[in-house]
């Protein structure tokens, strides 16, 4: 059973540039989660979606930043006109569906880089 | 504010000892979970250990264990027969949904 995917695994993208991430849950998950990582920092959470459905954005910056969970594909988190501030490591994460949210498993993450 | 909070950034233990980390945190709800996630240097998050909050047997998975202590809102993660791969970060997260994770902890291995 193949675990989270994560791709790219390095994105270079220079300032005002679109980046697009991508992640493909596990099999048989429905919730996904995405996670930004600062150098020598914790994980902060972001946004949380089902298929089609937004539930939790409360960690998303107002501006630039947008997720989406389409019925068919992967889950996309897309930056518009990155800035330097951008540059970190964004994780993935699956759990499998119910009522009550299950462990979050991780994909190996994409390394944003912005010049 | 809900908080994780890892008050040991850095901790070392020589191999085959063992090693405790501390972690405390805040919540007001009554139902969540509690995870331990290791980061070793190709920076995957690797799941170690989970604790359920209603229940109170402590988890424990091979040379990994907890002490939850639910009052105390602490959660804490035994290693045992340390071994060198065991170095990594260790973060300790909360959540029921979106995980709150505390700051790391770095643990260095020695032979």
């Known amino acids: 059973n193949a675990g989270v995917m994560q791709n790219p695994r390095h994105l270079v993208r220079r300032r005002g540039q679109e980046a697009r991430l991508r992640c493909s849950p596990m099999k048989g998950h429905s919730h996904v989660y995405w996670y930004r990582q600062l150098p020598e920092e914790g994980l902060k959470f972001m946004v949380y979606l089902q298929k089609e459905n937004i539930i939790d954005e409360s960690g998303m910056p107002k501006e630039r930043f947008s997720a989406e969970f389409p019925k068919e594909g992967p889950s996309i988190l897309r930056i518009q006109q990155v800035v330097r501030g951008d540059s970190a490591a964004y994780f993935c994460?699956?759990?499998?569906?119910?009522?009550?949210?299950?462990?979050?498993?991780f994909g190996p993450g994409t390394r944003l880089t912005v010049l | 504010a809900q908080t994780v909070t890892q008050s040991q950034p850095e901790m070392s233990v020589q191999e085959a000892e063992t090693v405790t980390l501390s972690c405390t945190y805040d919540t007001s709800e009554s139902d969540y979970y509690l995870f331990w996630y290791k980061q070793p240097p190709s920076r995957q998050m690797i799941l170690v250990i989970r604790q359920e909050a209603y229940k109170q047997q402590n988890a424990t998975e091979n040379r990994f264990s907890v002490n939850f202590q639910k009052a105390a809102k602490s959660f804490s993660l035994k290693i045992s027969d340390s071994q060198l791969g065991d170095a990594a970060m260790y973060f300790c997260a909360r959540g029921s949904d979106k995980l709150i994770f505390g700051t790391g902890t770095r643990l260095q291995v020695f032979p």
């Open positions: 994460a699956s759990s499998p569906p119910g009522y009550f949210p299950d462990t979050q498993y």
